[in-house]
């Protein structure tokens, strides 16, 4: 194999690459690390997760001489195999519920925008014929239930999240896609956040020619005591390419399940 520095500077994974028969392509995206190679009438594929720390915050795309041996090695045969790779960023199938590090509470009559980021999977695809092979998580999230019983809610994913209010505070992460969620408090009284789900499937994935992720911006409206949120999707990106579609069509009237351990004071 050869050896590369890591490279924290972001930039586009997303391109097709052609790639000739025994050639084998290795790419790092954020934490997780792909190896494939083209055969004369199969693909393999073999991967392996690294931890969501800063050392892994980067994008490598190098050609090698050998899969790692400790890999399992996954094999897709073909009769006229593809000559063209891409990985494609996809939001979970899951929304994901942020829980913050701080206490947040909104006044009544206040609008805030929150920059908060959920990681994404790659899609491992081969073009002409299309071809997904698999989906691969950049990060493990742990399932959690959001609702106010046992009984009325649904399976999400958990992180953390700071909340950040500035565009600029955001970190930046090639496996991460960042969703600006606009919160508006329309009710008499102040709105304190404790967790906060965002409906990833709903929403496409876009990249920026500077490599970093985004979606549509989420507006959710509260305007009673109750943990039901009216939810509406802007628009693209100004200057964002689109890169996957949702998993799930959102409605024309979205009311959807926001907020918990909200109260008034």
Known sequence: MTETEPDNTLKPWWEPVDIEVEQ???YAVGPV????QRRQSEWLLAWENFPDSEDYYRVISEAVSEIP?????????FQR??????????LLDRPIVVKTNQPVRIPSGESITFFISSPVCVSVELQ?????????DTLRLSDTWFGPSTRVGELCYATKTHARNEKSDMPLRPHRAVTPVNIRNQSDAILAIEKLSIPVPFLRVYGHADGTLWTEPVSLEHT???QLAKMEIGRQPA??????????PPARNN?????ISMFAE
Do not use: C, M, W
Request: glycine share 2%.
């Open 69 to 77: 041996q400790h890999l399992t090695v996954n094999r897709y045969v």
């Open 255 to 259: 009311v959807v399940r926001a907020f």
């Open 128 to 136: 002409d014929p299309d071809t997904v092979l698999q989906e691969l």
């Open 81 to 90: 195999p593809p000559t063209r790779f891409r990985l494609k960023p996809r």
């Open 24 to 26: 084998i392509r290795h």
């Open 224 to 226: 009673e005591d109750n």
């Open 239 to 248: 200057g964002a390419v689109a890169l996957a579609e949702a998993r799930t």
């Open 33 to 36: 690390s792909v190896y494939l």
